[in-house]
C-alpha cells in the first residue's frame, strides 16, 4: 500500500492507567484543551455501535462482548466465549467517551477486535481440554481475561525512581495530581518509549494489537480527520506516538489470517465490588472507593475522606470528634513524609482512621475501611441496551421447554421423574438462585426432597429482565451464571444459609457449584459454635445424601460433609444443653429429633450419636425435657432394656425430684406416642406411683403440663391408656389382655403387599 | 539516672548492671545513626524520624555500620509509631502480653531523645506523685514549700527535658491518676499550685504508653484521655518461624536467669508448641486446610514461652532430663483451656481432628488425652 504519509502533526496520544483517577483527570482536561475531531479509545471495536448508549449509562459499568450464537451449556465456548472491558466514573477512556458524547465528537475503540481475541482464547481452551487430564480446576480458574505477560514497565521506572511497590510510584506521580496541572502525557510517553527500548519490541498478542490500533489510527486519518486524540494504556503510547517508524506492510502481515468468530457487544451494569477484583482491562483496582474519591474529590482529598470516614463512624454510634479527625489528617500526612510520598494515599489514611479515628479497635476500622475502600455503588444501563446472553439463553430455554413467560400467576405441577418436568424444575431454581423470581414454590406442595411433585406459582414480571441483565456479570448461560453466583454468595454466607445453599444446588442441579459450597460449609461448620445452626444444617445434609440419586447427584461427598458434621453434634452436645429454660430445652428437643432422624438416614456415624445420646440420658444436669426425650430415643432403638429404662424412669419420677421437673421429663419422654407405657405396664405404674405420691398442691401444679402431655396423643390412644390405667386398678383381678387369635389365611396377602413395598424401597 | 532529689547512695549505684538501658547498649549504632543522619530532625530529637525507624527496623549504613533490628515484626507498625511521635500526638502502644510494647517503647524513647529511663511504672497503686510531682517532706517542713523540696516525676522531668517520658501498663493505674496526664498531654504544661509555678514542656516532649488489652480487671482509659493518643496495636509475630524464633532466644533467657538445670533445647517440641498456639490463635491450620474453634485465652509468645520453660522445669526435675511431648502436655492444656466447657471442646476437637492425625505427634496426642482433655 503506497500512497502519502499521513499527516501524524495533530495526533495526541494519551497514555493512561486504567481506572487511574488522576489519568481521568489529566484526559478529561487534555480533550477540553485539544477539542479532537475524532476519539480513539483501546477497547473492543464491536462496541463502536452501541457507544451512542452513553448518554443513558450510569458508571460502573462494562462493555460485554460475548459470542453472536449461544453456545451450549457446559462447553468450552460457553466458559470462555464473552469478555468484559468495566468502565468506572474515574477510568479516563470513560472520561473521553463522556467527552466525546457531550461534544458529539465520533468516538471508535481501536484494540484488536473481540472475535480475535475470543477465537484464541477458545481455542487455547479447547487445546487445554483436549489435553489429557492437566488439572481441570486450572482451566476452569483461568481469568477471564488474557494475562499480559511482559515486563512491568512500570515497575521498572518505579525501581528507577527509588519505589518498590509500581502502583504506588504510579499513583504518587500521576493519579494523585490536581487540576490544572501541566499535561503529563508527553513525559509520559517519552519513559515509556525508553523502558521499551530497553526490552526490546513487541510480540504475540500485544504486536498485534498495537498493530490493530496502528491500523485504525492510519485509517482515520485517511478519512480525512485531523485533531485525533488517542487514550490508551501508557505501555502502547509510543508504538502509536511514532506512527511513521512502523511499516503498514509490516501491520498488515502481523494481522493476516487471525482467527476469528463472531460476536456481539452490549453494556451491563458493573459494581465497585467486582472492580476490585481482577477483570478486565488487565489488574483489578486495589481500592475503587479510594479512586472514585480522588476523582470526585474537589480538593483535600484526605481531610474530606476522613471526615467522612468520622461521619460513618458516628452513625454507627462511635463518638468521634472533629479532633479525631483533625489528628487523623496530621497522622496520614506525617506517615506520608516519613515514607517520602508527595501525598497521603489510601495506605496512610487507612492507617490513621484505625490509629486515631478507631483508636486501635482493628475490627471496626476494617468495617469502616472495607466499607469506604470499595465504596460499593452499582451503575446502570437503559432499558434500550441489547440484549445479553443470559437474557437469549433463557428465551432458548423457554422455548426449548415450553414454559411461556406471561405476566398473570400460574400454577405449575410438575412430575420430577419426567425429564422434561424435571428439567423446568432444574430452570426455575436456577432462576431463583440468579434473583429471578419467576416462579415460586407453593407452600402447599412443599420441596421436601425425596418426592418427586413440585408445585409452582409462575408470575412474569418485566423488572425480571432488569434482574437478568445485572445477572449479566456472573455468566452467559443460566447454568453457568447460577453457578458462580451460588460460589460468591456462598463465600460469605451463614451456616444455616450455606445448607439451604446447598439444597438449592441440589435442585437445580448445578453440579460444578457444589464442591464449593460444600467446602465453605465444612469451613462453617468447625468455627460455628452454635450447635443448633449445626443440627438445622444437618437434616437438609442427610437427605440430599440419602435420596441424592432420584436425581442424580453424587451422594459421597455429601455424606463425608454430613458426617462431619455430626461428628461435631456429638462432641458439642452435652455442653449445649446446660442451663437451656424449658422452652429453649423443647426447641432442642426437636432439633436432637431430627438430628436423630438424620443420622438415621445417614446410616454411618450413628455409633457416636447413640453415644452422646446415652451420656445426656444419664446426667444430672440436663433439662428433664430433654433427658426425657433421650431416654425416649434410646428405648425405641432399643439401646436401653426395659430393666434400665425402668430405673431412669423410676429415678425421674421419685419423690426427690421436683414435680416440674419430673412432668417435663414425662413429656419429652412421652412426645410423638404414649403407647410405649401400654406396652410395658411397669412404666405405667412407676408414673401411677408417682402421680399418686403428690401433694395436692404439687399435683395441681403439674396438672396442665401433664395434660399438655396427654392431650397431644390421638382418641384411640388415649382411650388404651386409660384401659390400661383401670386394668391396673383393677389389680390382679382383671381380666388379662386378650388378643384376637390372628387368621393367617386372612392377613397373608396383606403381609404379601407389606413385604413387597419394603422390598420396593429397599429397606 | 533517676531524678529522685533524695541523695542516691553510691552503693546503690556501684557495680555492673544485670541490664543495661537500650541506649547504654546501642550506643554505637545510635552515634553512627546520628553521624549518618541528614534529614531534618524535629525539635527535641536526636535523629530524624527516618534515622529512628532504620535503628528500629534494622539497616546497614553507608559506613558499614550495622544497626542490628530492634522489633522483628511490620514496617507499618514502626512507621505509625515514629510519625505518631513526630506530630507530637502520645502514642499508646496496645497488645496482648508478650507482643514487646514495653521493648519498642524503650527503644523508641531511646532513639528519639536518647534516654529510656524516665519511666512510670503503672499499678493499682501508683499515686499521682508518680505522674506529677511529690515532695520531700523533711525539707518541706523545714523550709516551706520552695522548688528545691519539690520531687519532679519522671514525666515532669521529661517535659522540663523535653524528652520522651515512658508509662508503662496504664490501664493498671487508678483512673483519677490516669486522668492527671491529660493536662500533661493537651495543655503541655503541669501546673504546681503550691509554688504558683507551672513547668512547661520543652519540644520533644512525649508520652509513649503501653497497655494491655485482654486484661480483666484494669481501668479502662476515660474517653477524654483516650483520645490524647494514637494507638498502635501490636500485633502477634507474623509468620511461624519468627515465633519459633523469639521463644528459642527468650527460653534460653529465662533458664539462664533461673538457673534451671542444663536440658537441651528441644526444637521440635517449641516448634510444636508454637504451631499449636498459631493455629489455635488464627483459627486455621498451619498448612490452611482445616478450620479449628479459637479458644477464649491470648495464647500470646508469653505464654509459649512460659509452657516451654514450665515443661523444662518438669523434665529436669522429674523426667529424664529431655523435653519430651509430655512434659508440655500438662502446661498448654492449662494454657489452652481457661474456661473449662467452651475451651474444654475447642481443645478436644482440635486434638481429634488435627493434632491425632498430624505425623509424629503421635505422641503428644496420647500425652495430652492422658492429661485429660
Known sequence: MAGPRPDTAKVSVLGVRHHGPGSARAVRAALAELEPDIVLIEGPPEADAITSLVGGLQPPVALLVHLSDTPKAGTVRSREGWGFWPFASFSPEWAALVHAHGRGVPVRFCDLPAAHTLAERIARAEAAESAPEEEPEAVDQAPKETPRVRADPLGVLAEAAGYDDAERWWDDVVEQRGDGEPSPFPAIADAMAAVRADSGPEAGRDARREAYMRQTLRSVLKEGYQRVAVVCGAWHAPALRDLADYRIKDDTALLRGLPKVRTTATWVPWTHGRLAAASGYGAGVRAPGWYHHLFTAPDLPVHRWLTEAARILRQEGQPVSSSHVIEGVRLAESLAVLRGRPLAGIDEVSEAVTAVLCEGEQTRAALVHGRMAVGERLGSVPPDTPMVPLQRDLVAAQRRLRLKPEAFERDLDLDLRKDGQRERSVLLHRLRLLGVEWGVPRASGGVARGTFRESWRLCWDPDMDVALIEAAPWGTTVASAATARAVESAADAELPALTALTEQCLFAELGEALPEVLARLTDRAATDSDITHLMSALPPLARAARYGDVRGTDGARLRTVARRLLARVCVGLAPAVRGLDDDAAAVFTRAIDSTHHAAGLLGEGTQDWTEALEALARRENVPGRIAGRANRILADAGRTGPEELRARLGLAMSPGTEPTRAAVWLEGFLQGSGLVLVHDERLLELVDTWLLGLSEDRFTAVLPLLRRTFGAFGGPERQEIGEAVARADGGAAAPPRTRRPIDTGRAAPAVAAVTALLERSGG | ?373
Open chain 2, 1 to 373: 539516672m533517676t531524678t529522685s532529689a533524695a541523695a542516691p547512695n553510691g552503693d546503690l549505684r556501684s557495680g555492673s548492671a544485670l541490664r543495661p538501658h537500650a541506649e547504654q547498649t546501642y550506643a554505637a549504632e545510635l552515634e553512627a545513626l546520628a553521624k549518618a543522619d541528614d534529614r531534618q530532625r524535629p525539635p527535641g530529637w536526636h535523629l530524624s524520624p527516618w534515622a529512628v525507624t532504620r535503628y528500629l527496623l534494622g539497616a546497614t549504613l553507608d559506613d558499614g555500620t550495622e544497626i542490628t533490628p530492634k522489633y522483628i515484626g511490620s514496617r507499618r507498625v514502626v512507621e505509625i509509631a515514629v510519625a505518631t511521635l513526630a506530630t507530637d500526638r502520645a502514642l499508646l502502644l496496645l497488645g496482648v502480653p508478650g507482643t514487646a510494647k514495653t521493648w519498642l517503647s524503650e527503644h523508641l524513647a531511646a532513639a528519639v531523645s536518647g534516654d529510656s529511663t524516665l519511666l512510670v511504672q503503672g499499678t493499682a497503686g501508683t499515686s499521682e506523685e508518680a505522674v506529677r510531682y511529690g515532695w520531700n517532706y523533711a525539707r518541706l517542713l523545714a523550709e516551706g514549700p520552695s522548688e528545691a523540696a519539690l520531687v519532679p516525676s519522671p514525666v515532669m522531668t521529661a517535659m522540663a527535658r523535653g524528652s520522651i517520658g515512658r508509662i508503662e501498663e496504664l490501664t493498671r493505674m487508678p483512673s483519677d491518676v490516669q486522668d492527671g496526664l491529660i493536662t500533661v498531654l493537651s495543655e503541655k504544661a503541669l501546673p504546681v499550685a503550691e509554688l504558683g509555678i507551672e513547668v512547661q514542656a520543652r519540644r520533644g516532649f512525649n508520652i509513649i504508653a503501653t497497655a494491655n488489652d485482654r486484661d480483666r480487671g484494669v481501668n479502662d482509659l476515660s474517653s477524654a484521655l483516650r483520645r490524647r493518643f494514637n494507638t498502635v496495636v501490636l500485633p502477634v509475630p507474623d509468620s511461624a518461624e519468627d515465633e519459633v524464633r523469639i521463644v528459642t532466644q527468650r527460653v534460653e533467657q529465662l533458664g539462664r536467669s533461673l538457673d534451671l538445670p542444663e536440658v537441651p533445647t528441644s526444637l521440635t517440641e517449641i516448634q510444636r508448641v508454637v504451631t499449636v498456639f498459631r493455629e489455635l490463635r488464627s483459627g486455621v491450620t498451619e498448612d490452611s486446610t482445616t478450620r479449628v474453634k479459637s479458644p477464649s485465652g491470648t495464647l500470646s509468645t508469653a505464654e509459649a514461652i512460659s509452657v516451654i520453660t514450665n515443661g523444662i522445669a518438669l523434665a529436669a526435675h522429674f523426667g529424664d532430663g529431655r523435653l519430651r511431648p509430655a512434659d508440655v502436655a500438662a502446661g498448654i492444656q492449662g494454657a489452652v483451656v481457661q474456661d473449662r466447657v467452651s475451651d474444654g471442646v475447642v481443645w478436644r476437637e482440635y486434638l481429634e481432628t488435627v493434632a491425632r492425625e498430624r505425623e509424629g505427634w503421635g505422641d503428644f496426642y496420647r500425652a495430652c488425652r492422658e492429661v485429660g482433655a
